[in-house]
């Protein structure tokens, strides 16, 4: 019996929405788990909310994936299914990315790759921001819930007495890789119970 030595696949699509240091973080993470195999597709406001909101650039950023895909491409290797992944987290994620998925609206590979999760039933964790929320918004997440799809929007767990701001994102980051299974990390200290 031979033992599957092929690094974990794991897709990282960072839209436009603010919060993009999520995005950002979780590629520098995952850049130093050994067995990860990242592939990243910024969209163009992704790249124009990184250079706004971060310290960092989006050639930077992508030099931290091991393959980058352009969103147009639609021929990419991850808009198949035959192309083994292990899961795809869209980090951050805006409302229309969140709609084009819950609506199966294949216009760019970002959307097409989460598709693709959700038809082979691989993982998908969609990292939402966006407060308040209407019905309309609830809905569309449902809709990926129901599909097999989970939703994690970045709140804060203060259980972990946080003192800076890097601490609130790596917790979101640290709760992102645990719903994908790689639970090997320690970005925040995990619950025991009270001292």
């Not at 050639?59 to 980058?68: P, S, Y």
């Not at 003192?163 to 994102?169: A, H, P």
Request: glycine share 8%; charged share 20%; hydrophobic share 45%.
């Amino acid at each position: 019996m031979s033992v599957d030595s092929s690094p974990r696949r794991i897709v990282v699509g960072i839209s436009g929405a603010s919060g993009a240091i999520y995005g950002v973080r979780l590629v520098e993470v995952l850049a130093t788990m050994e067995g990860v195999e990242t592939h990243l597709v910024m969209s163009k406001g992704a790249e124009a909310t990184i250079s706004y909101e971060t310290d960092r650039q989006p050639g930077d950023v992508a030099k931290l994936a091991d393959v980058v895909h352009d969103e147009r491409n639609l021929a990419a290797p991850i808009a198949s299914g035959t192309f083994l992944t292990s899961a795809i987290v869209v980090a951050p994620c805006s409302m229309r990315t969140l709609s084009a998925i819950a609506n199966s609206a294949n216009d760019n590979l970002l959307v097409r790759a989460a598709d693709v999760h959700l038809k082979e039933r691989r993982s998908l964790v969609l990292v939402v921001r966006e407060t308040p929320l209407h019905a309309g918004h609830l809905r569309l997440m449902t809709d990926v819930t129901i599909a097999g799809g989970v939703i994690l929007p970045p709140v804060p767990g203060f259980y972990t007495l946080p003192t800076t701001v890097d601490d609130i994102i790596n917790h979101t980051v640290g709760k992102v890789l645990d719903s994908i299974g790689l639970t090997e990390h320690s970005l925040f200290t995990r619950w025991v119970g009270p001292p």
